[in-house]
């Protein structure tokens, strides 16, 4: 009998362990904030607001605007090319978008990101044509993420030279925002669902 009830209790936690890990992967019982508390205090919601679009400057790669579905959006056209390589036509687009969600009564900010690759190529393989796609997009929470490219080829004016070269750090931008939110007495709370992160 105890042979039995062994094998069948270490199932049904196995079981129960995966059920929890998929509501947890869908956010179900995500933390939104409100529950930290913060050494320093609390600014207002539009002050905080004035002080993270403060971080947009000219020499910036990102642009972080205003937006009608949730506070602001950080929006970073990492790589957007088009070039002729020997019998080809390549494309490459990366982009990085992140949502703000300023919740004034739990004073946190939750951060949502989500980011794409195209790559696409038209040309020959040897003497086959050859056509090759490519799509990946991820949306939640980043926790890592650097990457470094740089592409030669010809360009659409007929010279040859180089394309493109990026230098993408997702700590870059994130950083930022979250030492400006804690610094005024915020909670920076990133978040893998979408809906957190907007009215």
Not at 160 to 177: A, Q, S
């Amino acid at each position: 009998m105890l042979m039995i009830l062994i094998p069948t209790l270490l199932a049904l936690l196995a079981i129960a362990a995966a059920i929890w890990a998929i509501f947890f992967g869908l956010g179900i019982f995500e933390y939104l904030g409100g529950k930290k508390k913060s050494a320093f205090p609390a600014i207002n919601k539009a002050t905080l607001k004035e002080k993270i679009l403060a971080l947009n400057t000219p020499n910036s790669p990102y642009q972080i605007i205003e937006a009608k579905k949730t506070d602001m959006i950080i929006e970073w056209k990492i790589v957007d090319a088009e070039w002729y390589g020997i019998f080809s036509k390549e494309k490459v687009n990366k982009t990085y978008n992140a949502f703000l969600f300023l919740d004034e009564n739990r004073r946190t900010v939750r951060y949502y990101e989500e980011m794409g690759s195209i790559e696409w190529h038209a040309g020959t393989d040897g003497l086959k044509p050859s056509i090759f796609y490519r799509k990946e997009f991820f949306k939640g929470r980043i926790l890592f993420r650097k990457s470094w490219g740089v592409q030669y080829g010809i360009k659409k004016s007929g010279e040859l030279g180089k394309i493109y070269e990026y230098k993408f750090d997702i700590g870059y931008i994130r950083d930022p925002i979250k030492k400006v939110v804690e610094e005024n007495g915020w909670e920076f709370v990133p978040v893998v669902r979408k809906k957190h992160a907007m009215f």
